[in-house]
């Protein structure tokens, strides 16, 4: 059974322009979340998509949004980059019921100069 | 605020020995805990989960322990080996009702040296 899938894996982005990741999650997954993680900050929850809608949400700026589609595949978008959004983006995929474990992707590796 | 802290950012210890990793958490009360395993550049892997009715988990060399009054996690790998150093990350879950909003720590960045 395939594992989750993030595209692309590295890219780099120049500040003020917007960047756009995909997620495909494990078969029959219907919970997507979203996470950031820095060396400073850790693992931060961005947000949570179940069933096409966005079911929870973490502290951060309306320039982090994101989407999920029919078949459960996910995007999320950053826009107006800025240095401080430099990290590796993690992609993780569930049944979508609580006090189930999630499984994450390899994330992708955004690098803002 | 919530807060979780992993007592340590890194631990050396010699390959056999146990491997004690512990996560500590206040202003919190998680349905379940979960301990990851994340490599270098590579995303987390699941390794255990435990519910807070439940006290304690066993995976072959792995042991956790879940201790609500404490509001303490504590993590074993036994009999050590140079493939397991790696970072290891607790997470703290049921927040929020649902199944991907997980509050993690920092990490404990463990080397098993031969």
């Known amino acids: 059974k395939a594992g989750v899938t993030q595209t692309p894996r590295y890219l780099i982005k120049t500040r003020g322009q917007q960047v756009t990741l995909s997620c495909s999650p494990i078969?029959?997954?219907?919970?997507v979340s979203w996470y950031q993680q820095t060396p400073g900050q850790g693992l931060q929850f961005l947000f949570e998509y179940f069933s096409e809608t966005q079911r929870n949400k973490g502290n951060f700026p309306g320039r982090f949004s994101g989407r999920q589609f029919s078949n459960s595949r996910s995007e999320m978008n950053v826009s107006t980059l800025e240095l401080g959004d430099s990290a590796l983006y993690l992609c993780?995929?569930?049944?979508?019921?609580?006090?189930?474990?999630?499984?994450f992707g390899e994330g992708s590796w955004l690098t803002v100069v | 605020s919530q807060k979780i802290e992993q007592n340590s950012e890194a631990l050396n210890i010699q390959e056999g020995k146990t491997a004690t990793l512990t996560c500590n958490y206040t202003n919190y009360s998680p349905a379940y805990l979960q301990w990851y395993r994340q490599d270098p550049g590579r995303g987390p892997v699941f390794l255990l989960l435990i519910r807070e009715n439940e006290k304690e988990k066993r995976k072959e060399r792995l042991k956790v322990t879940f201790d609500t009054t404490l509001k303490q996690s504590l993590f074993h790998i036994t009999a050590s080996q140079p493939a397991d150093s790696a970072t290891y990350l607790c997470a703290l879950g049921g927040y929020g009702g649902s199944q991907g909003n997980l509050i993690f720590g920092k990490g404990t960045k463990l080397s098993v040296k031969p």
């Open positions: 078969s029959g997954h219907r919970s």
């Open positions: 993780a995929s569930g049944r979508g019921e609580s006090g189930n474990t999630i499984y």
